[in-house]
């Protein structure tokens, strides 16, 4: 059976607060000193991996909360992977909780759209896992239908560069008071190549010479990478978030702040801008007792 955690002591809402806030004081040194905030300092960079979670929290059981987590960088293949984990939570319209550095803004752009057609509420959130981490090669789902038990962690999350692309694309769109959301200059990159032929010279009956050639292949001969925003990138970034209901303004902090900086938007900013819908603690959304109440979720799910 698969590991679950069960609370040995209990709290009452008071003390609990008390504890969050304790806990969210402990956060704000940590941030003080590390203007960068990583996914996982001890991990490389990784393509975004996207699992089916379950609330790891017994004392939710038969009824727990369920969501798509989303977590690594967005990379050439990760729409496809997107794809792939809206199709195995077929009709569920689950929240999706990201835990992101950035990456490709226009994979970003193309989830964003898919995240809006299908109607999804969007989190800055890092799922914890119960047992392993579902993008190491040994890890197995914990439930035969390849989902794993995991937590929401509520006081660290973070989406920068094209991540908050993303998170601009969800009909509720929510961060925590402690979640980090960055943006920094876009960076484009030019590929120069040379195309090779084989000529060959062919010799007619008439005694005239005719030439010909034929492709062989396409040789990289140089790289140039730019922080110039082109005008059809920035027409087609105003254009996306207009559609998002998210303000404009948000290239400017963009273009503004230099690639190997991050500039993070307050809490205050991420509103102004519309980035963010509502800033709250994450057990409203996945929390072990949201299953209980009188309104039932429809990312609950009852499971024997």
């Not at 203007?35 to 727990?64: G, K, Q, W, Y």
């Not at 809206?86 to 803004?105: F, H, T, Y």
């Not at 190491?136 to 962690?153: I, S």
């Not at 990159?189 to 010909?212: F, N, P, Q």
Request: glycine content about 6%.
């Amino acid at each position: 059976m698969a590991a679950r955690v069960t609370p040995v002591f209990s709290l009452t809402p008071q003390s609990l607060a008390k504890c969050v806030r304790a806990i969210c004081l402990v956060a704000v040194g940590i941030v003080l000193f590390a203007p960068i905030f990583p996914a996982r300092a001890d991990e490389p960079p990784r393509e975004m991996t996207f699992s089916i979670v379950r609330s790891s929290n017994s004392l939710c059981e038969p009824d727990c909360p369920e969501w798509i987590a989303a977590d690594g960088n967005i990379a050439d293949k990760t729409a496809d992977a997107f794809k792939a984990i809206l199709k195995k939570a077929g009709d569920r319209n689950l929240p999706l909780l990201i835990n992101s550095l950035g990456g490709r803004v226009d994979v970003a752009m193309a989830m964003g759209r898919l995240i809006r057609d299908r109607g999804m509420t969007v989190e800055i959130a890092r799922t914890d896992f119960s047992r392993c981490k579902p993008w190491d090669k040994e890890c197995k789902p914990d439930l035969k239908d390849g989902t794993y038990y995991g937590y929401a962690n509520l006081t660290f999350g973070v989406c920068n560069s094209a991540c908050p692309l993303m998170l601009a694309s969800g009909v509720r769109r929510i961060v925590g008071p402690f979640s980090r959301v960055g943006v920094h200059q876009i960076v484009t990159t030019r590929h120069k190549y040379r195309d090779k032929y084989r000529i060959y010279k062919k010799t007619l009956s008439s005694g005239k010479v005719i030439s010909e050639r034929k492709f062989v292949e396409r040789e990289l001969i140089g790289t140039v990478k730019s922080t110039d925003l082109p005008k059809s990138l920035r027409r087609e970034l105003t254009d996306y978030l207009t559609s998002m209901d998210v303000s404009p303004k948000l290239i400017d902090l963009m273009v503004a702040t230099p690639p190997e900086d991050i500039r993070y938007l307050s809490m205050k900013e991420l509103k102004t801008f519309g980035v963010v819908t509502e800033i709250s603690e994450i057990e409203e959304l996945v929390g072990y007792r949201i299953c209980k109440g009188r309104s039932r979720p429809e990312n609950c799910a009852v499971r024997d």
